[in-house]
């Protein structure tokens, strides 16, 4: 089973600034399947990224995904208000489809 | 529009089966994978597994084979989630979500709103 590792676990930040959230596997992914979810308190996940930088119909292009192997990045280039939640990374390339633990981007 | 509506809250005693439902709309149910994910306080997010209407193939995580069916009735567009022999660790939001291609190895674009079981004795 893969594991993800997601970093920091809590980032604090201001709106307007960047945000820089980093997902790490436990094995080298061979294909780009790493995929983030934006989730807000009460409401399911919502798919930002998929296939590591592609954004999902509807995600701002605030929102990039990058990475490879065994590193991944989401990065939010200016926060927006309704940015802050809890954003989890899923890697999809080797059953079990593993979730990290998660990143929640709070207001500093 | 693309919809998965899930059936609503449940409380079980420890020992009781149950059967949760994701009613899907708005696509074509056969040609999309679907699974569900767990959601607990303590685990964060956890995939359970997945499966394909069209052929009912199913890919189950290690951590949840044997102790959960998935299935799906194309004749009603709905894929189910369920248990024989509930456990107080079950407590949590059940996901169902779609794949986003008609892919295994795919990301979920839609999910249901969440199903919460409570299994307390």
């Known amino acids: 089973e893969i594991v993800l590792t997601q970093s920091p676990g809590t980032l604090s930040l201001s709106p307007g600034e960047r945000a820089t959230l980093s997902c790490r596997a436990s094995?080298?992914?061979?294909?780009?399947?790493l995929a983030w979810y934006q989730q807000k308190f009460g409401q399911p996940p919502r798919l930002l990224i998929y296939?590591?930088?592609t954004r999902a119909t509807g995600t701002p292009d605030r929102f990039s995904g990058s990475g490879s192997g065994t590193e991944f990045t989401l990065t939010i280039s200016s926060l927006e208000p309704e940015d802050f939640a809890v954003f989890y990374c899923?890697?999809?390339?080797?059953?079990?489809?593993?979730f990290g633990p998660g990143t929640q981007v709070d207001v500093k | 529009e693309v919809q998965l509506v899930q059936s609503g809250a449940e409380v079980k005693k420890p020992g009781e089966s149950l059967k949760i439902s994701c009613k899907t709309s708005?696509?074509?149910?056969?040609?999309?994978?679907i699974g569900w994910v767990r959601q607990t306080p303590g685990k964060g997010l956890e995939w359970i597994g997945i499966?394909?209407?069209?052929?009912?193939?199913?890919v189950y995580s290690p951590s949840f084979q044997g102790h959960v069916t998935i299935s799906a009735d194309k004749s009603i567009a709905t894929a189910y989630l369920q248990w024989s022999s509930l456990k107080a660790s079950d407590t949590a939001i059940y996901y169902c979500?779609?794949?986003?291609?008609?892919?295994?190895?795919?990301?979920?674009?839609?999910w249901g709103r969440g199903t919460l079981v409570t299994v307390s004795s």
């Open positions: 979500a779609r794949n986003l291609n008609s892919l295994e190895r795919d990301a979920c674009d839609i």
């Open positions: 708005g696509y074509t149910f056969d040609d999309y994978w």
């Open positions: 499966i394909y209407p069209q052929d009912s193939d199913t």
């Open positions: 094995h080298s992914l061979k294909t780009n399947f």
């Open positions: 296939e590591t930088s």
């Open positions: 899923q890697q999809y390339e080797i059953s079990p489809y593993t």
